[in-house]
């Protein structure tokens, strides 16, 4: 029995074998097929047209299922509904014109009726309708969304590609537009310095050492007090009202960069419609009314319904940051000025804000501004630039990384651009030793960048005396402030801006004579040109104490781990939200509250073309400065080992040796408590800390150390 079955399906796959063989050779070779090709070809064609082909579809479909002798229904679904195909094929080729005269008759007369019937579109729905049902009884109806899937699956991976493709070539590009760039600045570099190289040439040597010989020959008159040896830094002299005159460096020696792809419409539209679903599900119905993109993040504004808490948005930061599957999000309720609320998004991709589109605006070179420095740009994308001599003084703190360093190098080398060595003048104090090396011989330094603690302690005295001399000067003459002075002085006077790169160190070391000494500056030095710029990765009350904060009312925080040490820098929270790599809250007195803004970058190569550009035109005229001598066994000045011996004297009565019992006792910061305990600790004088329990102390060795400063 079997083997009948077999015999049957073979059979039918030899008639749709021949009958698909005569059609295709009916098709392509005319009339020479023979009499049985002719007649198979006009038939199948005068009823079914071009859907002829899929009649030995069927034919093979019967075979296999005789060979097989599958269940009863499920042959019987399969030819059905490969038949409907062939009707419905029929009938797709009369509605889009394919069928000519005594051809697909059957479709003809199937369309025809279904049109006078219920119209062609009805006609058209009928066809689809056919295709469906003829795609379920082949358990075919997975296709249409398979096939649906994979289309937009590889129109996906088309904009991908296509995507990936224009950012290797902007990338392509920014690299040439980088080496243009250096090779422009390394010609213009090269010009300039051959042009000071002529001027030097063209000086006359006698003449200037003749005028040396006659200022030493002539006895000058000094005042009581230390005075500045370059003369408070005004022109270098030559003789016969000759001066040196020096050159801005051009703005070829900065570098551009390419700001990353901006977004689109629909991401737009994608995230506020995100923002408004999150906050409808917790019961605030928001609208959206403006969005801004800038460097870093994007600003979302929402306007609140009437009756609806803004408080209440800001609770739900973390949620909103979920559903926009951002790292972190700010939320500014409400926008000052304004009636919306405000939530920062961060970008897929950042922007680097190049320096030189700052100090080359027109709102860096204001007349109006004083001291100009670059600080950013705002989320609105606007310059944010800011007068140091309104600050008066600036405060910038950030943890480690968060592009502390990068802000200090842009206000400096932005006072560089603007400022010759006779109206400007650097103290850089660096106990980190690497961070201003760069700067070391530009003619603008007031001492030489400063690495040891003791010398940035003197340096700041002598800064004292100096600003003491300058209101001297300003009283003699009548004078309110820098500004009217030299408007009168034939010698004006430089301004002088002090940048420490990190407070803490000082503080730790010093801390008395440097807290001193910076209020006394903080609070008197702006009248006479003399501004500070401290920096600190440790924003903690030891470093930033309540003087030097009532001192700096204007602060840069940088990226921080917890709302403690945001409030520490601007007596608010937000700077633990921020991303780093120069994202900052910037706060001047004249703010209602922090603006975030993204700090402009500067490379290390520009500022060594910088540094070589200024180098190339004169050596500096700076002040010496002399660190007293150390003396005892005490580490530092008398003063210090005085404290320490009585410090001795203090734990060898009281047997019990703690950073809190010696700064009760002695009316000290904690900072030069923990150095005391420290240095008792380094000379074997009490054991180290464990826990709680109270160190150990070696009276043998504070009896030693006593009879040996008693015998000096």
Known sequence: MNKKHELIGIGWFAVSLFIFIFLLFGLFAGQDMGLAGRAIKLAFFYIFGYASFIVP?????????????????????????????????????????????????????????????????????????????????????YLPKNAITLLWERYLEWRKFRKEKKEEGKEERLKKQEEKVAKTANKERQRQIQIVEKEKIKQDP???????????????????????????????????????????????LLADYESAVKMGKEDFRENENIIKLTLFNFGIDVEPSRTVMGPVVTRYEVKVAAGQKVNKIVALSNDLAMALRATHIRIIAPIPGTNAVGIEVPNKKYSTVSLKSIIDSAEFNNPSYRLPVSIGKTVDGENMIADLADMPHLLVAGATGAGKSVCLNSIIVSLLYKFRPEDLKLLLIDPKRVEFSL????????????????????????????????????????????????KKAEVKLPYVVVIIDELADMMLLAAREVEDVITRLAQLARGVGIHLVFATQRPSVDVITGVIKANFPSRIALQVFSKVDSRVILDTGGAEELLGKGDMLFSLASFPRPVRCQCSYISTAEIKEIMDFWKAQGEPEMVSIEVKSETGEGEGSGEDNELFLNALFFVKERKRASVQLLQGAFHISGGRATNLVSLMESKGIIGPGVGNKPRDIYFDKIEEILKKNKKA
């Open 57 to 141: 579809v069927i034919f093979g479909f019967i075979g296999y299922y005789s060979f097989k002798k599958d269940e009863p229904k499920k042959p019987v679904y399969k030819i059905g509904g490969i038949s409907l195909f062939l009707l419905a094929s029929c009938l797709f080729l009369y509605l889009i014109g394919v069928s000519v005269e005594n051809e697909n008759m059957l479709g003809y007369l199937l369309g025809l009726g279904l049109e006078k019937l219920i119209s062609s579109i009805g006609a058209w729905i009928i066809c689809g309708i056919m295709v469906i049902f003829s795609l379920y009884f082949l358990e075919l109806e």
């Open 439 to 486: 700067y070391n011989d530009i003619p603008h330094l007031y001492t030489p960048v400063i690495t040891d603690v003791r010398k940035a302690s003197e340096a700041l005295k002598h800064l004292c005396r100096d600003m003491v001399d300058r209101y001297d000067k300003l009283s003699k003459a009548h004078a309110r402030d820098i500004v009217s002075y030299n």
């Open 206 to 252: 006698v003449r200037i050492d003749a005028a040396r010989e006659e200022r030493k020959a002539k006895p000058v008159e000094r005042s009581s007090k230390p005075l500045l040896k370059s003369g408070a830094g005004i022109k270098n002299s030559l003789e016969d009202g000759e001066t040196k005159e020096y050159t801005l460096p051009p703005f070829s």
